[in-house]
């Protein structure tokens, strides 16, 4: 079973620190994805990363960033988290063969607040 | 880019009727149409997919149809139970970019 293992589920942070959600996939799967879940809004694409070290916007990368220095790793950063970030973040991974149609496997998700 | 809109946002249903959820994409060029459901405190997992060189295709209870003239793809869910109840998302994607997905419809089952 394809395993993606986000390390918070539940995070409570203060407006203005610098936030770290990180990823894990144990299938060596190339493309990773942090997507947000909103009520209403739906999955929205933060980032994607189709190799180590390469990273690609999303439909809403503003306020984000990324790294990806390992293939199973694949860390979402809040510079300074601000209290419009209070979401669920999801991540996912997917192999490459088809390009981009492969199935994705998301994690448990990481619901942030900002205080 | 593309867009997926999805209708309806909530969807009510008896337990053993059909359930129909409809979805519109705007760029021609896609060619991949997953379904992910989403059951309440879980993670979404793909539940069925479609490709653009066929127009159905079934999967027990559930199928979806796809017609690439009018752009919209639909799931259809039939002798729904209560285990049916979750948030359905579709989505879109010509492979070159990543899934596009619709913003999700609430099924719930009523026994």
């Known amino acids: 079973d394809v395993k993606v293992t986000q390390s918070s589920r539940y995070l409570v942070k203060r407006t203005g620190e610098k936030v770290f959600l990180e990823c894990v996939q144990d299938?060596?799967?190339?493309?990773m994805f942090w997507y947000r879940q909103d009520p209403g809004l739906g999955l929205r694409l933060i980032y994607f990363?189709?190799?180590?070290?390469?990273?690609e916007k999303g439909d809403i990368p503003e306020g984000y960033s990324v790294s990806r220095e390992k293939k199973e790793r694949f860390s979402l950063i809040l510079e300074s988290a601000s209290t419009n970030q209070t979401s669920m973040y999801l991540c996912?991974?997917?192999?490459?063969?088809?390009?981009?149609?492969?199935?994705?496997?998301f994690g448990e998700g990481s619901r942030l607040t900002v205080l | 880019g593309e867009n997926v809109e999805q209708h309806p946002s909530t969807l009510s249903v008896q337990e053993g009727d059909s359930a129909v959820i409809k979805c519109t994409y705007s760029?021609?060029?896609?060619?991949?149409f997953p379904w992910y459901k989403q059951e309440l405190g879980k993670r979404p997992q793909l539940i069925i997919d479609?490709?653009?060189?066929?127009g159905e295709k079934k999967d027990q209870r559930i199928a979806v149809t796809l017609n690439k003239t009018a752009k919209h793809f639909s799931l259809h869910i039939t002798e729904t139970q209560p285990e049916d109840s979750a948030v359905y998302f579709c989505?879109?994607?010509?492979?070159?970019?990543?899934?596009?997905f619709g913003k999700g419809t609430r099924l719930s089952v009523i026994a």
């Open positions: 990363s189709y190799d180590v070290k390469m990273k």
């Open positions: 479609i490709r653009s060189n066929v």
């Open positions: 299938m060596d799967h190339e493309n």
């Open positions: 989505a879109a994607t010509s492979g070159n970019t990543p899934l596009v």
């Open positions: 760029d021609s060029a896609s060619n991949y």
């Open positions: 996912a991974s997917s192999l490459s063969g088809g390009g981009l149609t492969g199935e994705l496997f």
